[in-house]
């Protein structure tokens, strides 16, 4: 009976320090509140070109180099949907320069050399912003480069042999233009 009394009297005073401990509360959580979140890259294609004047000192017949290239960066943000880059120098017209009193200059006889290769004229065929143009580069876009940029030059030359020009000062405007596609 001993050993029965000591084991009641254990139990007792266990249950007398569980009914005396404080009781334990359950973790109680909130509800979950969201947050949408909307980021927007816009695609975007740009072209800075300079200087923004290049000068020639012509002669009466021959080859005048422009007095530096044209340096042109070429910045894209694009979308997967597009699979290439293409970036042009042109003129408007036939005439590239023109003294305002009928005497010109034209297309033909304006050359560009991209990149520090051969010189070519600005009669490049059917481009999408006209037929007076060159080609400087045409990139392929893929993961790799959605958002890139190049630079790239283009030197300029005016061969004035046969156009038998009068003295006078010759102006005109080269336009540079990319297209994604």
């Known amino acids: 009976m001993k050993v029965n009394y000591k084991a009641w009297m254990i139990l ?15 973790q109680l959580n909130s509800n979950q509140a969201t947050v949408a979140l909307n980021a927007t890259l816009a695609e975007s294609l740009t072209v800075a070109a300079g200087p923004a004047t290049v000068n020639f000192t ?10 530096a290239p044209v340096a042109v960066t070429t910045t894209w943000v694009l979308a997967p949907t597009r699979t290439s ?26 050359s560009g050399s991209v990149n520090a290769g051969p010189f070519g004229a600005f009669t490049g065929g059917a481009g999408p912003f006209g037929t007076e143009n060159i080609q400087v580069f045409n ?6 480069n959605w958002s890139s940029s190049r630079n790239d030059s283009v030197a300029l030359r005016i061969n004035t ?11 005109g405007t080269l ?7």
């Open 12 to 26: 007792g005073v266990l249950a007398l320090a569980l009914a005396m401990a404080p009781a334990s509360q359950a």
């Open 58 to 67: 012509l002669l009466a017949a021959g080859i005048s180099n422009g007095s």
């Open 139 to 144: 990139q392929a876009i893929g993961a790799a």
């Open 175 to 181: 336009n540079v233009q990319a297209q994604a596609l």
């Open 85 to 110: 880059v293409k970036l042009y120098a042109y003129f408007s017209s036939v005439n590239a320069l023109t003294d305002g009193s009928g005497n010109n200059i034209p297309t033909a006889n304006v």
């Open 161 to 171: 042999t046969g156009l038998g020009l009068p003295s006078g000062t010759y102006t």
